[in-house]
């Protein structure tokens, strides 16, 4: 007789850190993550009571993290590690997409670092210092946010921001080959454009230029934050035990359309 799985709990007893936790993605996969029956730590730069409401919606514990400070990632990991006594999943998703960021003609330095800062190196901080904890107990799956423009060029282009996805899935892609015998799966999530405030906006402030990136995704919409989450709890979970070092990309076909489908 073939032993029966319970998949709503796949993620029981697991200890999961999600960035960027009290709004879109992270918000979502936060609450996924913790209807899977993982132990969920929320962190975030938002203030004290956004974090700790959602905190207490998924039954866990709020951080308040800027995640381009290395001190308070360092803080951040340290103190779930000292709460609960493992890490067993880490999600970077945390990251910005500033209006005054888009041609490299015209984008400043300053916006160019602090994207790099917060997409980026908020990567390198989170991985840096949750590895060892992973390590140390032999296993741990790591999903660090790129995007479908770190595989394809966009000509609606936001020069810093594609550039940090770039890096982000190459950085993974490393990580995952070094680490993949030693326990530790980590895979970049690629997702293309999402119903989140900051597509909304993206929409509010140049309708024209969101509309041109809708028009070619095959799929006819956006992802919402939920599919996304679900892609995260998958990769978090060992259904995807055998997956590492991969671009794992959730974006309704577009970086694969050469041009979308007539309506049939």
């Known amino acids: ?53 959602v905190a207490e919606e998924v039954g866990g514990m709020f951080v308040r993290t800027d995640v381009a400070d290395e001190a308070d990632v360092e803080r951040l990991y340290a103190r779930t590690h000292e709460a609960y006594g493992s890490i067993d999943v880490a999600f970077h998703n945390a990251g910005i997409s500033p209006t005054e960021d888009s041609s490299i003609l015209s984008t400043g330095i300053d916006v160019w670092r602090r994207v790099q800062e917060v997409n980026l190196t908020s990567v390198y901080y989170g991985c ?40 982000v899935l190459a950085m993974t892609r490393e990580m995952g080959v ?57 990769l978090a979970s060992d259904d995807s035990s055998f997956i590492t070092a991969s671009e794992f990309l959730v974006d309704g076909g577009i970086s694969s359309a050469y041009v979308t489908p007539l309506e049939v």
Do not use: W
């Open 1 to 53: 007789m073939i032993e029966q799985q319970d998949l709503t709990k796949r993620l029981a007893d697991r200890v999961a850190v999600v960035t960027g936790g009290a709004g879109g993605i992270g918000l979502a996969t936060a609450r996924r993550l913790a209807s899977e029956g993982a132990r969920v730590v929320v962190a975030d730069i938002c203030d004290d009571r956004l974090g700790q409401e």
């Open 178 to 234: 070094e680490f993949a015998r030693r326990g530790v799966r980590i895979n970049a999530l690629c997702p293309g454009p999402v119903n989140t405030p900051l597509l909304q906006e993206l929409f509010a402030a140049d309708p024209e230029r969101a509309q041109r990136r809708l028009v070619h995704v095959p799929m006819g919409r956006f992802a919402e934050p939920t599919e996304l989450a679900a892609a995260v709890a998958f």
């Open 128 to 167: 840096k210092h949750v590895l060892p904890y992973m390590l140390e107990q032999g296993k741990g799956s790591i999903i660090n946010t790129a995007s479908f423009v770190a595989v394809m060029g966009a000509a609606t282009s936001q020069i810093s921001y594609s550039a940090s996805k770039g890096g």
